[in-house]
């Protein structure tokens, strides 16, 4: 079978769907071809986001929260609640429920926008023809002015480490645990180890994380990231800084992890393993042969500021490409070169580009951190506001955390937002919209926030950069 388009795509997770329909908008014809499958075997579009990463554990981020509040908090509220039981079947039913309705839902725009949707494996051969191979070894030729590689990434394994999908698991087995593990060890307090160390601690399992790197959250900001590291303690997460595992091996149906830290040699017995040490980009089968798609020297597909690869019409976004692993970065990727391809103006900012890690609290900052700000020699002037001063948050028995607001000394830009508390994950959208505006943090003070609310605590950070704040005393 041969097809004619003017843009396919291949890869149908956040960064690949978007492009395809921002494409179809654009009155462009439009191909997306993925081969993600599920456990079960079926085949799914919406990719890692949907079906393994963002969706699933957000789904069961919240599930374990209600059910550590019910059991910890509603008698503060004065609900008694009895005895609290957890039947993690039904909650792992609604996980899988949550994400076949929104992987239904990409097939229904993909519908309603005209694009011809493909599932199986797409492979881009010389002159912009991308070949689709479905479930059957049936092969399409579909022919082409456009391509758009959006093959994502994949789990880095360790060696030392074997992965069996059992005992030895990545994040995406880690989401479908039919049990709560008594023991559970995770290798990596990245973004994965810390959101599903909390879920399983949350549901009872004892959460050991085994860090290789000295400094806990270096990408953050470091008083949110010293102050997070103050909560998980105080939850009961364990995390090992500055321990390199070196080697794992199962031994009577459980895992013995072997790492060295400064103080030595050391074992942890556990009944499940996650690795969580990062994710790689994407590319295997990706290309034909004679097709000479630059790399760069980490394997992800090289391109421009605006996604560009070396070869003509075809271009390359979301994890596969340079920049954050962040679903909403890819997404904007593939709006850029779907508005370019049509001739329309297209451009992402790079430098403002939110991140948030749903723990609880939650942690979400935009911009520099203190510790970037430092090093680039800009004088800089800091404003922070505590939780614990917003009736808002003490409503919510969720007084913990702050704000704060970074901003240049000489014409009062806001060069960085870093909120851990309650919805950070939302709060950050104003500070995101601020920067994108170029807003000066007397912006952000003259702007009127709704009182009682959390996102006073973002007026009341921007009030402190000028010792202002009117709820709490300024140092
Ligand atoms: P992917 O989502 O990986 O999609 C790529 C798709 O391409 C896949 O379906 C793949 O099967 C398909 N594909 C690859 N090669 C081919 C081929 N040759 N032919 C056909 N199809 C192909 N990010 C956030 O922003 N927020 C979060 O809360 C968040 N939580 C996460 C939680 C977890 C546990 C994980 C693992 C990740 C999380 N992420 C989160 C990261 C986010 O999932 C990724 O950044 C995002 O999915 C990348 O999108 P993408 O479209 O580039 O790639
Ligand atoms: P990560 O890069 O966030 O963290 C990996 C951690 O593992 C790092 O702290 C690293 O120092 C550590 N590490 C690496 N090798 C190690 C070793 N041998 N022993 C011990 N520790 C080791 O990666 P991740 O947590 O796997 O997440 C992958 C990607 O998915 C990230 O880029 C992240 O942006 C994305 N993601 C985002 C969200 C979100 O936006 N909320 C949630 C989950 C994942």
Redesign the pocket.
């Known amino acids: 079978m041969t097809g004619q388009f003017d843009v396919v795509v291949?890869?149908?997770?956040?960064?690949?769907?978007p492009a395809a329909i921002r494409a179809a908008q654009n009155k462009l014809k439009v191909a997306c071809?993925?081969?993600?499958?599920n456990t079960d075997g079926s085949y799914?579009?919406?990719?890692?986001?949907?079906?393994?990463?963002?969706?699933?554990?957000?789904a069961l981020l919240e599930s374990s929260e209600l059910y550590q509040r019910a059991k910890e908090e509603f008698s503060i509220h004065g609900i008694n609640l009895g005895d609290i039981k957890l039947d993690l079947a039904a909650m792992q039913k609604r996980r899988a429920s949550i994400v076949r309705t929104m992987t239904g839902g990409i097939v229904a725009l993909f519908k309603a926008n005209g694009i011809t949707a493909?599932q199986?494996?797409?492979?881009l051969l010389a002159d912009n023809t991308v070949e689709?191979?479905g479930p059957d070894g049936s092969k399409s030729i579909l022919k082409t002015r456009h391509v758009v590689?959006?093959?994502?990434?994949?789990?880095v394994r360790l060696k030392s480490v074997p992965h069996d999908g059992k005992l030895i698991v990545?994040?995406?087995n880690?989401?479908e645990f039919d049990a709560v593990p008594k023991r559970l060890g995770i290798i990596g307090a990245g973004?994965?180890g810390l959101?599903?160390g909390s879920v399983w601690r949350r549901l009872g399992s004892v959460v050991t994380i085994l860090e290789a790197v000295d400094q806990f959250l270096p990408i953050a900001d470091q008083t949110i990231a010293r102050e997070a590291q103050r909560h998980f303690k105080k939850q009961g997460l364990i995390i090992e800084l500055g321990a390199r595992v070196t080697g794992a091996k199962v031994v009577g149906g459980a895992v013995n992890v072997a790492y060295a830290d400064a103080q030595g040699e050391h074992s942890l017995q556990v009944d499940r393993l996650v690795v969580?040490v990062g994710?790689r980009p994407?590319?295997?089968?990706?290309v034909g042969d004679g097709v000479n798609l630059e790399m760069d020297p980490r394997g992800f597909i090289q391109v421009d500021d605006h996604c560009r690869t070396n070869l003509p019409d075809v271009w390359a976004?979301?994890?596969?490409?340079r920049g954050?692993?962040?679903?909403?970065?890819?997404?904007e990727?593939?709006i850029m070169v779907a508005d370019l391809i049509a001739g329309r103006y297209g451009e992402v900012n790079y430098q403002i580009i939110p991140?948030?890690?749903?723990t609880a609290p939650e942690i979400a900052w935009v911009g520099q951190t203190e510790e970037q700000v430092k090093a680039s020699g800009r004088a800089y002037k800091v404003g922070s506001f505590p939780f614990a001063a917003s009736g808002r948050a003490r409503a919510m028995e969720a007084a913990q955390g702050m704000a704060k607001v970074i901003s240049a000394v000489d014409d009062d830009e806001v060069l960085g937002v870093h909120v851990i508390g309650p919805m950070a994950g939302e709060l950050i959208a104003e500070a995101v919209l601020a920067m994108e505006y170029s807003a000066s943090t007397e912006d952000l003070q003259r702007t009127i926030h709704a009182h009682p609310t959390l996102s006073e605590a973002i007026h009341e950070a921007a009030l402190a950069v000028d010792k202002r704040a009117i709820d709490a005393i300024n140092r």
Do not use: Q
């Not at 291949?10 to 769907?17: C, H, L, Q, R, V």
């Not at 199986?120 to 492979?123: T, Y």
């Open positions: 291949i890869g149908a997770g956040p960064a690949g769907y071809i993925d081969e993600w499958r799914a579009f919406g990719g890692t986001c949907l079906n393994a990463g963002c969706i699933p554990s957000k493909y199986g494996h797409g492979k689709s191979t590689l959006a093959s994502g990434s994949v789990p990545d994040s995406w880690a989401l973004v994965i959101e599903l969580a994710r994407f590319t295997e089968g990706l976004i979301g994890d596969v490409v954050p692993m962040l679903a909403h970065k890819g997404k990727e593939g991140s948030v890690i749903y």
